[in-house]
Structure formats: C-alpha cells, structure tokens
C-alpha cells in the first residue's frame, strides 16, 4: 500500500519481521522479554536500516552527477529525536504505527523513550538542524559536519530551586539507532610540534608543519530525511579517538610533549559539547575541538571532490563551506595550509581558490560572544595556522593601507590580530576577511552588523555583506508537534503547506469565521491539556487550561531578561494582595531554560524564579489566578509539547541584542501572540502579522543606545515608579524564602547597583502596559481566536525552507538534485 508522501516502499510483514530480527540479534531481548526502551531501538534500527540504503544511494547519485554542494559546518547540530520526525519525512507515520500495533506497541510511547540528542546549546544548534532539513527537503545537495560528542548538552534538574546540571549520555550503552560508523572516512589530524623549511625537488624552499602528536577521527552518519522525496543527507559527526601507539617517537625527548599529552588525557577532544551560549570562554579544549572538527571536514570535502575526479583548481566551482558563527573559522587556514604545503599552489592561487569557498554566518553581537584566541595559544598548537593567518593579516593590513593610508586608528580597529598586553586573533575579523559571503541572520540585526560591527569590511568589500532571515522547519515545528492544529490546516488548504509555507495565507480568509474560531481554539485547548497533563505527572503542578498560558523557552541570559518576565510576576502578586480593585485574568507563566554552569546571575534568576512559583503556586489568597511553572531540563521534545500549548510569546530581549530568535517563529506558527521588543525577528514577525496582532513594547535600539551613552540611571525609575520598587523590594525580603531573606536579592542589586546594563528598569513599565493589553483582549475570545488565527496563517515566511532558499540563490548558487 502506498499512501500520499510515502516515499519508501514499505511492506508492513518484512518491517515487522526486522523490527524482531533487531530486537534479537541487535539488542539480545525476545518479544517476552523486551522493554518499552529496546522496542523502541529496534524500531529505529529496522527505520534506520531503511534510511541509510537511502543515504547511500543520494550519496552515490549526488556523486555521479558532480554538481555543486553546501558543506554546512557547525559546531553544534541540536537535532532533538530523529524517530518522530524521520517516520513523517518518510511518509511512514501511519504504516509505521499500524506495524507496531500489531506487534502489541503504541507507537506514541514508544517516540517518548527516545532521548534527545542534545548536541547544541540553544538557536544557533538548532538553526543548524532545522537547515539540514530544508536542504534535504528540497534537495539541495549537501552534507552536514559536526563532531560527535560523547555528552551532550546537560541535563538540568533542580534541588531546592538550584540548577544541577547532570552528564547527558545521549547514546545510551546501546548506542544511537539511526547513527551508522563510515569507518572508511576515518582521518588523522595533528597537533602542536613545529614548522620546518626544506628545500623540494624543484629547489623551492618551503615551509611544513611537523606536528608532535596527532589524534584520529572516526565518521558517524546520521540520517537528514528529505520530506516527500528520496534524498537522505548526511549529518557527519567527528569523534576523536588517540591512536594508540601515540606518534611520539620525535618528541619523547622532553618533558615538552608529556604536557601536551597530558592535556589530551584531561579528556578525549569530542567528550563533550561546551555548555556555553551566545558566550565564549577561550579554553585550550574547545580550540582544539574547533580545530579537529575543521580538520576532519576540510579532509574529508577534499576527499569527495578528488573521489569524484575533480582537480583542485576547480575546489570553488564545486564546493562552498558555510561556517556556522566563526567556531569552524579554522577551517580557513587549514585550506589554506593544504592548498600551499600539500597541493604547492603559490599564496595567490590558494588565495583565489579558499576565499571563494567560505562564506560565515555572523549570529550575535554580544562582545562577550565574539570569539577570541590568543596568538600563543593558536601559534603552540598550530604553528602552521598561526603563520598563514599572520600571512592574511599582512596582506590585508595592505589593503587598508592603501584605501585610508596613513590611517593606524583604522588598521588597529579591523587588524585580525589584536594589539595588547596578549596579542589576540579576532575570528569575526578573519572570516569577513577571507570570506566571499557574510550574512547576519534577521533583517534588524543584519543592518546592525553592516552599521556597528563591520562599517569599515563594508566599504573595503562591498556586496560582501547579506541578510538572511533564518527560519524553522514546518515539518518539525507544526506537522508534527501539533497533530491537531495540522489537521485542521489540512481540511481547509490541503496538505502542501509543510513544504510550501506560504500557502498558510489561505487560513486568512477563516480568521473571523465562528465556526473556524472554535475549532482552532479548541485544539489549543487539547494541546494546553496535553502540557498540562505533563505537568501535572512530572511536577504535580496543577494548571487551569482557562488561564492564559504564557511562556518564556529559551536560554537563560541577561540579554533575554528572564528577570523582567519575572519583575512582572512579582507585580501582579503584589498588585493581586494589595489592590483591592485589581483583577487580573488567570495566567500560567511558564519558564524553560538551561544556565551555563558558570553563570552565576543566570543561576540566581533560575532559583529566584523557582522560590517564587512555590509560594505563588500555594498561595490560597491568590485565587488561582497565578501559576508559575518552571519546566526542567529544556530541550527540543519539550519545546514540541510547549510550544503548541503557548497563549503568549515572550520575546523580550534589550533591543539590539538579539540576533533573531527562532523560538519567535516556531510560537507565532501555532498561535501564540507575540509580546516583544523591536528585536531580531520580532520585527519581521510584526511586518507579517500587522501590528494589530502582536504587543510591541520598550526602548528601539537607537534608544537603547542613547541611554546608555546618556548613562542609565536605575534608580531613576525605582524612584519614579511604585509599582516597579513594590516587585523589586519584594526581592529582598523572606516573601518566597521565608527565614532567609537576602537569598533573592542579587537580582536587585544586579539591577539598582549593578548599572541594570539591559535595561530592565527602563522597559518595565512599558512591559507591563502591554500585559494589561494582552490581559483585556485575551477576554473577548472573538478577538483573541481572530489574532491568533491570523499568527499562523501569516508567518509562511519564517519557513527554513524560506531562508535555504536565500542562501542557495543569493550566496550557495546551488542547483536541486532530485534523487531517483
Ligand atoms: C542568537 O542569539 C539566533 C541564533 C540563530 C544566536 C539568536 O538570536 O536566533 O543565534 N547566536 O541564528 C549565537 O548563539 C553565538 O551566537
């Protein structure tokens, strides 16, 4: 039987047959004995078997037509469950579940045993995913590069409040199902050592590099299953292995290598994923990841090319390499040093190929995410980077030279080597410099890059700088997250629309249609049960799916002002004890994020927001119209349960500082309204959905940064307004940790003393005007269905499918390869 989508052929008795064969042979469990968990591998594996034929075949057809491809390297890929998502790219959901049934499963618990691959911190892994799939969806060709960390982002649990953060095995000791190990791609990448000059056959004299040690690299695949077609592409994880006997023949004189050793010893390279967001530490470690990573990909992109018989000279026509933000950066110099010590092209010839293959994605401007790393550092463990990236920097500060000569305010600024104490390689800096394409990822932010980051690399290199509004897959984020609102959908525009976004824009037409605004109410209703039921079995919470669920998923930042979300709680619980006259519809404020271990603030922020939903959440003279939910351990599967049940959208960054965002789009997708500043994406999103349909609140950036010249003065407004100095001095007393008052007062000191340096205070009020809007509108139900119907009926836009699109006509130039 084949359905509409299927795109594999599926016999219902051979599946099940290898479901059991898996079962035994793979997993060593009969039908009698088997768990709910190896069910649920061998079903991936039998799936898996399927995909990877799949893989295979694109590769080789890919391959024999030797056509152009993206290499999309990244450090992070925050895929979340393949299983869910692969069986409805494949076409299979309903087969699939049919199988198992008849082998006695339910194939909805057996989804829930799958664990989240959590190889990303936040949007800018998950972009990465959502890109694969649009690729894959569309077929454009490609292949994926990350590294395969043995841990994965932690898992997050609370004790009394506080974050503890907990190793996440993701693999199991089973292993992942849907991985398969490409032995045959294995690569040897070096490190530390030195640089040598011979003297070749020719009599050239030239340079190499004589590493100290070198580590090996091992291939895993995982499978990115085209929607509705036959292509599967390869996401390719590096993991790090040590050679055993180490090559240290050389070197083993001294103590010199013993260090080096040792520093390898303090953990395998791909161990695990640095827990940091939007924030960049400068550890030994994570360079030497960047570097292996980079190592591994670069070989392994030469390999196909030179397998499919190209020359190097033809790299460019046949191969852009995006680096996700600048972590892959090295990857430059790597092709650079290739292409000279190894293929004896002169600097030119190199020149002209590497910098037509690179192109960077720049997603934030946050100064303390814009990576750095010591020249001493880089010059020690890759001697021969460091000496090409002086090389670029030379050539470049040439190039300055002669368009503002005698200008050494300007070199100093847009030098790739940083001048001081410890002289730094700025990686921003390079990639604008040895890139053919740069791009920021939203509209405002792309604008901000051109305007404050880069002004000087905009004029020296014009055209270079681009804007691609990053987007999120459908399939993901609508298809199969909310089974209820895609079924409506369906009835109404047909069942294009998960590759065809745009076609959303024919709901419009039912935004004031009655009998259309109850049903689609009603399915948010069934999703707000479905996460209130969650919520109830994991944190015997009980949540009213009356109230207005409100919610704030994401990182836990400054910038993101998870502290004003919560300044707000601490409003209406004042305003709920102490103004007689205040009524306040019932809302949920629901909170998922994950602190990097080190951040102190943001930890403060999650234990204070924890202390306050115990007491709200008890509070009997609160009248149930206060909850407070602060979900564990935030990852995708959550955010699949969370974001279809959301009412509101928090999206409340200090202007300027949030790239984009892509939790935005995924929540006005399913319905919830938008209150946000005029950040990232929120600015596009309003341009789509009209003002009428979303709260814009708070400070524009010039006003951000008008006041912070002016000098912020915090205590300005704790004077000026009551309401703010009532929720603030609520932070210093024992209110939600009783007998132990000052427990929560950081936060308020961050903000009073502290400078506020994202301008919490200032935007307060505004913030809270537009609650009391979302407040009264959220009342007539008329209105609010006709907003939210309108939300996801005009967001076609922000499909990654969309933004694919953009790079592949504007910087990629590829051509669709459609596998047979
Ligand atoms: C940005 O903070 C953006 C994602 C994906 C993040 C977020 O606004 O949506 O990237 N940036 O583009 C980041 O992690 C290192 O920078």
């Not at 898996?48 to 890929?77: C, H, M, P």
């Not at 499909?799 to 790079?807: P, V």
Request: aromatic letters at 10%; hydrophobic letters at 40%.
């Amino acid at each position: 039987m084949t359905t509409r989508g299927q795109t594999q052929q599926f016999d219902k008795a051979l599946f099940k047959a290898s479901v059991e064969k898996h079962l035994v042979t793979t997993y060593a469990k009969t039908p009698e004995t088997a768990d709910s968990r190896s069910w649920y591998l061998a079903v991936g594996k039998a799936l898996a078997e399927i995909s990877t034929g799949s893989l295979l075949e694109t590769e080789k057809q890919i391959a024999e037509q030797n056509v152009r491809s993206v290499n999309y390297l990244s450090l992070e890929f925050l895929i979340g469950r393949l299983t869910g998502n692969n069986l409805i790219s494949m076409g299979l959901y309903e087969e699939v579940s049919a199988a198992v049934e008849e082998l006695g499963l339910n194939l909805t618990d057996l989804l829930e045993e799958e664990r989240d691959p959590a190889l990303g911190n936040g949007g800018l892994g998950r972009l990465a995913a959502c890109f694969m799939d649009s690729l894959a969806a569309q077929e454009y060709p490609a292949v994926g590069y990350g590294l395969h960390y043995e841990y994965g982002l932690f898992s997050q649990s609370f004790e009394g409040g506080h974050q503890v953060e907990v190793p996440d095995a993701w693999r199991g000791i089973e292993g992942y199902p849907w991985e398969v190990v490409r032995p045959e791609l294995g690569q040897t990448v070096g490190l530390f050592g030195s640089v040598e000059t011979y003297t070749d056959k020719a009599g050239t004299s030239c340079r190499r590099w004589v590493p100290a040690m070198t580590v090996e690299g091992v291939a895993w695949d995982l499978p990115i299953v085209g929607y509705d077609n036959k292509s599967v592409y390869p996401l390719r994880l590096w993991e790090c292995r040590s050679p055993a006997p180490f090559n240290l023949a050389r070197f083993n004189d001294g103590d010199y290598v013993g260090a080096q050793y040792g520093q390898l010893e303090a953990g395998n390279v791909t161990k695990v994923l640095y827990p940091n967001d939007n924030h960049d530490q400068g550890k030994t470690l994570r360079l030497m990841q960047q570097y292996f990573h980079c190592a591994c990909s670069v070989a392994d992109i030469l390999r196909r090319h030179f397998a499919a018989g190209n020359k190097i000279e033809d790299l460019a026509k046949l191969e852009s390499i995006q680096l996700n933000d600048t972590h892959p950066t090295i990857a430059i110099p790597e092709l650079m040093r290739i292409l000279i010590d190894e293929h004896k092209l002169g600097w030119d010839a190199a020149w002209a190929i590497s910098s037509k293959v690179f192109a960077y994605t720049n997603h934030t401007l946050l100064p303390e995410a814009l990576e750095r790393w010591s020249e001493s550092l880089i010059a020690d463990m890759l001697p021969r980077h460091m000496e090409i990236i002086f090389e670029i920097n030379h050539r470049f500060m040439t190039l300055v030279e002669e368009k503002w000569p005698g200008n050494n305010e300007i070199k100093r600024k847009l030098s790739i080597i940083e001048e001081g104490q410890q002289r730094m390689v700025r990686m921003a800096n390079l990639c604008v410099v040895s890139t053919y394409a740069v791009n920021g990822v939203a509209a405002l932010h792309s604008e901000l890059v051109k305007r404050d980051l880069f002004p000087e690399f905009n004029e020296l290199f014009p055209g270079r700088l681009h804007n691609v509004t990053n987007g999120v897959t459908p399939r993901r984020w609508l298809k199969f997250c909310n089974p209820g609102l895609t079924e409506l959908v369906n009835e109404k525009i047909g069942t294009e629309w998960p590759a065809k976004l745009e076609q959303l824009s024919g709901l419009a037409k039912f935004a004031e249609d009655k009998k259309f605004q109850k049903r689609y109410l009603a399915v948010k209703k069934d999703n707000k049960q479905r996460f209130a039921d969650w919520v109830q079995d994991n944190m015997g919470i009980e949540l009213d799916t009356n109230a207005i669920f409100d919610v704030q998923i994401k990182r836990l930042h400054e910038y993101k002002r998870q502290h004003l979300n919560l300044l707000h709680i601490l409003s209406l619980y004042h305003r709920l004890l102490n103004e007689p006259t205040f009524d306040m519809h019932p809302r949920v404020f629901i909170f998922a994020a994950k602190a990097a271990p080190g951040y102190a603030l943001a930890k403060d922020i999650i234990f204070a927001i924890n202390k306050v939903a115990d007491k709200v959440n008890n509070d009997p003279r609160l009248g149930g119209k206060l909850k407070v939910v602060f979900v564990p351990d935030y990852r995708v599967s959550l955010a699949e349960i969370i974001i279809p049940a959301a009412d509101v959208s928090e999206q409340i960054s200090t202007a300027g500082l949030e790239a984009s965002g892509t939790g935005n789009m995924k929540l006005a997708l399913n319905g919830a309204l938008t209150i946000g500043t005029m950040d990232g994406a929120n600015v596009e999103i309003r341009e789509e959905v009209g003002d009428e349909n979303i709260f814009i609140f708070g400070l524009l950036v010039d006003e951000v940064l008008k006041q912070k010249e002016e000098g912020h003065d915090p205590y300005r407004y704790y004077h000026a307004d009551s309401l703010l100095r009532a929720s603030l001095d609520l932070l210093n007393t024992d209110e939600f940790t009783p007998g132990n008052p000052g427990q929560l007062s950081a936060i308020r000191q961050n903000l009073l003393d502290g400078g506020d340096p994202y301008l919490v205070l200032a935007d307060f009020a505004d913030y809270v005007k537009a609650h009391e809007k979302i407040d009264a509108e959220y009342r007539d139900q008329a209105t609010w269905a006709r907003k939210t119907i309108l939300n996801t009926a005009l967001v076609g836009k922000f499909s990654s499918d969309r933004s694919i699109r953009d790079y592949v006509n504007n910087i990629w130039k590829l051509k669709a390869v459609s596998v047979k």
